[in-house]
């Protein structure tokens, strides 16, 4: 389709905007917590991955944090951390690693004295294609994780990120790859790697109360979890395979978590079923089998309680995100950086 001159015109400027919306918003973001001598250097992939290097003294992030679609890494080099996590003010030294986890409220970050630091911003389903092969390799720690996201780093540890990272920034600097998101994707799942390894190897423990058997019990439920969430939907099946009742398997995760078996299951599925969306030569009927529902309506009555919208309406999303950046990336040949 040949569309006239006016339209065309106003096609790219809306492209544009897309394209410089992540950038932007973080820019502004970040520009508002930076002190007199601060200073930013920013790369980025459309509103896929965004990263920015932060220097200066004293930095404040007092506003809003930025919209869940958007998930936050923060890698302090140098300086100190203080910042506030569901009303609870925590300070760590550098070098430490955060991953900011929607299930907490963040405010008032701030970087005490010197500093050097890398913020790290993904949009979510381009995080979660990228990590899909290591979710089942982390399911003894990944619940763990989620009440303490918070990773200390020592020199060797700090330096190998530093190299995963560097490789990431510069390779969002280069125009015209024609591989950038299956390359950016690989690195992004190395560093995810990285990452996890560290904390594993820092063995960080969860309080279970006293009941130190119901360990092996959650943690052999979040590997079904993760394994079987696609077929397997009903509390009661992974109750029997793990030799405990529904119910208190359910009271158990939620002591330790804050959520119910079910409510982890549907989480997991609904990640899932995004993550088959994803993939245009399936159609909705395709995914609702390959997710063991027993009809299209039950697929999509399920997806619109937990997504917020119907699955054909997510497809029709992602199409046209995908659409708008292949076409701003091989029509007009712009990169942001």
């Not at 544009?16 to 992540?22: C, D, H, V």
């Not at 039950?298 to 119907?310: I, P, V, Y």
Request: charged share 25%; with cysteine; net charge negative.
């Amino acid at each position: 389709m040949d569309f006239p001159l006016h339209l065309r015109r106003h096609l790219r400027l809306y492209i544009s905007y897309i394209m410089e919306q992540l950038k932007d918003t973080v820019a502004a973001w970040l520009r508002s917590g930076l002190g007199e001598d601060g200073r930013m250097e920013t790369a980025c992939y459309g509103n896929h991955l965004l990263m920015t290097r932060l220097t200066g003294t004293d930095f404040h992030l007092s506003g809003d944090w930025l919209p869940l679609q958007w998930h936050v890494f923060l890698h302090v080099h140098q300086g100190e951390l203080r910042l506030t996590a569901d009303d609870d003010r925590l300070g760590f030294d550098a070098s430490v690693y955060v991953d900011f986890l929607s299930n907490f409220t963040w405010k008032d970050m701030t970087l005490v004295g010197a500093y050097r630091a890398t913020v790290i911003v993904v949009e979510q389903n381009f995080f979660l294609e990228s990590s899909q092969s290591i979710r089942n390799r982390i399911t003894d720690g990944m619940m763990f994780f989620s009440q303490s996201p918070f990773t200390p780093l020592e020199e060797a540890e700090q330096v190998r990120l530093q190299r995963l990272e560097d490789a990431i920034f510069s390779t969002l600097q280069e125009d015209g790859n024609l591989f950038a998101n299956e390359l950016l994707q690989i690195m992004v799942c190395a560093w995810q790697y990285e990452l996890w390894n560290i904390f594993f190897h820092r063995k960080q423990a969860v309080r279970t109360d006293g009941v130190a058997h119901w360990k092996g019990i959650v943690s052999h439920f979040l590997y079904l979890a993760h394994t079987h969430c696609r077929e397997k939907h009903e509390v009661g099946w992974y109750a029997r395979q793990t030799g405990v009742s529904a119910d208190s398997l359910s009271a158990m995760l939620k002591r330790l978590y804050g959520k119910s078996a079910s409510t982890i299951l549907s989480e997991l599925l609904a990640r899932e079923a995004k993550v088959c969306l994803r993939n245009p030569l399936l159609s909705v009927q395709q995914v609702a089998e390959m997710l063991g529902f027993a009809d299209q309506s039950a697929f999509g009555k399920f997806f619109k309680r937990h997504c917020g919208m119907s699955p054909g309406v997510y497809r029709k999303k992602l199409i046209k995100e995908q659409v708008t950046d292949e076409y701003a990336r091989h029509d007009t040949g712009e990169i942001c950086y």
